[in-house]
């Protein structure tokens, strides 16, 4: 008996014949302890495939009225008990986990930038072996110590996930001046990255305000100054530090200058960009992402779902 033909029996016996976890190992000669470990890898290698029936169909039918009506490829949807912002980002969060899991593919690249949910995300990836993913980052990191590390490390821990490589974009989000981004961008390494960036498959990117709360203002990324400048312009969201209106037309502003990163341009030619955010807070940001199609595919809460379709 190979491994596949153990993984396949241990599964049968214990889902079909509803043998004991003891009762299949004294059948099969191996220890309870080892027949744990081989159910949970029959279900990481989709052997075993778990299907839940379903009591309503009204978050399937909002997720179809989202596509319609703002063009996406998918949405998803994530049903709140509370309105609670941190457990609402969690409950984000962990739909987009799910999300990514089921979607991505051997030999496909992820573009990943950086946001509070996504970085939350992480804590939900099940580990599943993904051969030859490539994970990529599709913005520099942030000002402060902490955002480099989260930047770093959020790429770092999905490709440790799916077992794949991560590819870093080695430089700061946004640079002291122009002339410090000219420098950067110039270096062979870095050019490389952003061009591999360029053509991801997928990139999963956050959706971020202009509020004093959101990660680009908390990070002291965009100066107070430049913040003012946006606002006064309209800006009412941003992804990758690239900031647009409620209508989602581009935003210019003097940070423009300093960011390393992928542009909106470069997003849309991106085969599927998946954005992840809800929250009262970020309904203006979606809003305007999804009229600019700045993304493909949006993971979001019930609420938010059902207030775009309203207002949208």
């Known amino acids: 008996m190979n491994q596949r033909e153990l993984l396949v029996e241990v599964a049968r016996l214990y889902y079909y014949q509803h043998l004991t976890q003891e009762q299949v190992g004294e059948a099969l000669g191996i220890s309870r302890q080892k027949v744990s470990r081989l159910l949970n890898r029959a279900y990481e290698e989709g052997i075993v495939q778990i299907k839940i029936a379903e009591t309503s169909s009204s978050l ?47 030999y496909m690249t992820l573009g990943v930038a950086y946001g509070k949910t996504l970085y939350e995300m992480a804590h939900f990836l099940a580990k599943r072996f993904i051969p030859g993913l490539r994970v990529i980052q599709i913005m520099g990191g942030y000002g402060k110590l902490t955002g480099e590390v989260m930047s770093v490390e959020l790429a770092q821990k999905i490709a440790d996930a799916f077992g794949g490589d991560a590819i870093f974009l080695l430089a700061p989000a946004f640079c002291r001046d122009a002339k410090t981004k000219k420098a950067i961008e110039g270096e062979e390494r870095i050019r490389r990255v952003l ?32 913040r003012v400048e946006l606002l006064q312009r309209g800006a009412v969201g941003n992804i990758c530090g690239n900031f647009y209106d409620e209508n989602g037309s581009s935003v210019s502003s003097k940070a423009d200058d300093r960011r390393i990163g992928l542009s909106l341009i470069d997003l849309k030619n991106i085969p599927q960009v998946v954005g992840v955010a809800g929250g009262e807070k970020k309904f203006a940001a979606i809003l305007g992402a999804l009229r600019g199609g700045f993304i493909t595919t949006l993971v979001t809460d019930e609420p938010t779902a059902e207030r775009l379709l309203k207002e949208g």
């Open 60 to 106: 399937s039918q909002i997720e179809k009225e989202l596509v319609q009506k703002f063009g996406l490829k998918e949405a998803k949807i994530a049903h709140l008990f509370t309105q609670e912002e941190t457990l609402t980002v969690k409950r984000i969060a962990q739909e987009a986990a799910y999300f990514l899991i089921n979607k991505l593919e051997p």
């Open 195 to 226: 061009d591999l960036a360029k053509k991801v498959d997928i990139a999963l990117v956050g959706i971020g305000g202009v509020d004093p709360t959101s990660t680009l203002m908390d990070t002291a990324d965009i100066q107070e100054g430049e």
